[in-house]
C-alpha cells in the first residue's frame, strides 16, 4: 500500500477544489479498496474527477482525469501549467460579499489563467463549495465566506501542478474515456448520485443531471471495459435499481467519512463500492 509523508497526506486532505461528495474523507476506507499504484500496468482513469481526490492520493505517472464540467477542467489545466499565475489573479480578488458577487456576475475574463483563478475564487467562497448553474450556465451559487479561501497557498498549487505533469485532462462524458479504457488500464468512477437523493434534489455539484439511463450506459460500458481487461471500482448510491445494473460485479457497502479530518467514519452512507474484482469483505452481486 501506498505510503504518504504527512506534507502530501495533508494535501492529498485538502485539495484545491471544495467538492460536496468528494471522496477524500472516504479515503482512509477506500484506499485498501484500490490496487497499488505499481500494480496498474496501464492507465489510471477517472471519468468524473471533480476535485480529483483519489488521483491526488494515487498520484499515478500515466492518468487520464476528465469531468464534463469545462469551468472545472479548465481549471485543471491552467494549474498544471501555470500555478503561480493562478495564484497571482485569485489572491488579488477582493474579500468581501460584494466583491463575491461583482467576480461571479460581472468578470468575464477570456485567457485561461483568468478563467481558472475566477473558478477556483468562486469554489472557495462560494456556500458550501457547490457548482450550480443557471439556464443560461452561469454560476449562481450565493455567498459562503473567506474561511477556506486561504486554507490553499502558492506552494499548494505549485505541488498540484507537478501531480498534473503529463496526465492527459479532458471535458467529455464518461463514455468516451471508458469505451477508449484497454487492457490493464484501471478506471476509477464516482458518478453523481441518482436523481431524488440529496445531490440530485440540491443540484449540489450536478452540471448535467445524471439520469437513470445514464447509470444504465455507465453500467454496459463497465462491463464491456470489463470483458476487455479493464479493472475498475466506482462508488456508488447503494439503490437497488442501480445496483442491479451491475451483476456479476462485487460489492461493499461504506461507512459514511464525517467530521473535518479525512478517514473519521461514521454510520452506513448509503453507498457503496462496485469492483470487477475481489475486494476483502465485498458480496458478489
Ligand atoms: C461525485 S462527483 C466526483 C467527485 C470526485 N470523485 C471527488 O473526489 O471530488 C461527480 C462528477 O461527475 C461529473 N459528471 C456529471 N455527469 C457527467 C458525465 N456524463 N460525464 C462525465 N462527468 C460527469 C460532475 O461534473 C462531477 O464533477
Same mark, same amino acid.
Given at each position: 500500500?501506498?505510503?504518504?509523508?504527512?506534507?502530501?497526506?495533508?494535501r492529498?486532505?485538502?485539495?484545491?477544489?471544495?467538492?460536496?461528495?468528494?471522496?477524500?474523507?472516504?479515503?482512509?476506507?477506500?484506499?485498501?479498496?484500490?490496487?497499488?499504484v505499481?500494480?496498474?500496468?496501464?492507465?489510471?482513469?477517472?471519468?468524473? !474527477?471533480?476535485?480529483?481526490?483519489?488521483?491526488?492520493?494515487?498520484?499515478?505517472?500515466?492518468a487520464?482525469?476528465?469531468?464534463?464540467?469545462?469551468?472545472?477542467?479548465?481549471?485543471?489545466?491552467?494549474? &498544471?501549467?501555470?500555478?503561480?499565475?493562478?495564484?497571482?489573479?485569485?489572491?488579488?480578488?477582493?474579500?468581501?460579499?460584494?466583491?463575491?458577487?461583482?467576480?461571479?456576475?460581472?468578470?468575464?475574463?477570456?485567457?485561461?489563467?483568468?478563467?481558472?483563478?475566477?473558478?477556483?475564487?468562486?469554489n472557495?467562497?462560494?456556500?458550501?463549495?457547490?457548482?450550480?448553474?443557471?439556464?443560461?450556465?452561469?454560476?449562481?451559487?450565493?455567498?459562503?465566506?473567506?474561511?477556506?479561501?486561504?486554507?490553499?497557498?502558492?506552494?499548494?498549487?505549485?505541488?498540484?501542478?507537478?501531480?498534473?505533469?503529463? !496526465?492527459?485532462?479532458?471535458?467529455?462524458?464518461?463514455?468516451?474515456?471508458?469505451?477508449?479504457?484497454?487492457?490493464?488500464?484501471?478506471?476509477?468512477?464516482?458518478?453523481?448520485?441518482?436523481?431524488?437523493? &440529496?445531490?440530485c434534489?440540491? *443540484?449540489?455539484? !450536478?452540471?448535467?443531471?445524471?439520469?437513470?439511463?445514464?447509470?444504465?450506459?455507465?453500467?454496459?460500458c463497465?462491463?464491456?471495459?470489463? *470483458?476487455?481487461?479493464? &479493472?475498475?471500482?466506482?462508488?456508488?448510491? *447503494?439503490?437497488?435499481?442501480?445496483?442491479?445494473?451491475?451483476?456479476?460485479?462485487?460489492?461493499?457497502?461504506?461507512?459514511?467519512?464525517?467530521?473535518?479530518?479525512?478517514?473519521?467514519?461514521?454510520?452506513?452512507?448509503?453507498?457503496?463500492?462496485?469492483?470487477?474484482?475481489?475486494?476483502?469483505?465485498?458480496?458478489?452481486?
Amino acid at each position: 500500500m501506498l505510503q504518504l509523508n504527512c506534507k502530501e497526506t495533508e494535501r492529498s486532505a485538502k485539495a484545491f477544489v471544495r467538492y460536496p461528495g468528494g471522496k477524500r474523507r472516504l479515503l482512509v476506507f477506500l484506499r485498501r479498496c484500490l490496487p497499488a499504484v505499481e500494480d496498474i500496468d496501464g492507465k489510471y482513469i477517472e471519468p468524473f !474527477v471533480g476535485s480529483g481526490a483519489v488521483f491526488f492520493y494515487l498520484r499515478p505517472k500515466r492518468a487520464v482525469l476528465s469531468d464534463i464540467n469545462p469551468e472545472l477542467i479548465d481549471l485543471y489545466r491552467a494549474i &498544471r501549467y501555470a500555478p503561480r499565475q493562478v495564484w497571482a489573479v485569485y489572491k488579488e480578488f477582493g474579500n468581501t460579499k460584494t466583491d463575491y458577487y461583482l467576480v461571479r456576475d460581472k468578470y468575464t475574463p477570456k485567457a485561461l489563467v483568468e478563467k481558472a483563478a475566477r473558478t477556483l475564487y468562486l469554489n472557495r467562497t462560494c456556500f458550501k463549495g457547490m457548482w450550480r448553474h443557471n439556464r443560461e450556465g452561469r454560476f449562481n451559487v450565493g455567498y459562503g465566506g473567506q474561511q477556506r479561501r486561504w486554507v490553499i497557498n502558492q506552494e499548494d498549487l505549485v505541488y498540484y501542478s507537478s501531480a498534473l505533469r503529463g !496526465v492527459e485532462l479532458e471535458c467529455a462524458d464518461f463514455q468516451l474515456l471508458i469505451d477508449r479504457a484497454q487492457e490493464g488500464d484501471f478506471i476509477f468512477a464516482d458518478p453523481p448520485y441518482r436523481p431524488g437523493c &440529496r445531490e440530485c434534489l440540491h *443540484s449540489h455539484y !450536478v452540471w448535467h443531471q445524471f439520469k437513470y439511463h445514464d447509470y444504465q450506459r455507465l453500467a454496459e460500458c463497465l462491463q464491456s471495459a470489463k *470483458s476487455r481487461g479493464v &479493472r475498475w471500482l466506482m462508488t456508488i448510491s *447503494s439503490h437497488e435499481d442501480i445496483i442491479c445494473l451491475l451483476k456479476g460485479n462485487y460489492a461493499l457497502r461504506i461507512p459514511r467519512g464525517t467530521g473535518k479530518m479525512p478517514g473519521i467514519l461514521t454510520a452506513d452512507s448509503g453507498e457503496v463500492i462496485v469492483s470487477s474484482y475481489l475486494i476483502e469483505g465485498s458480496a458478489r452481486l
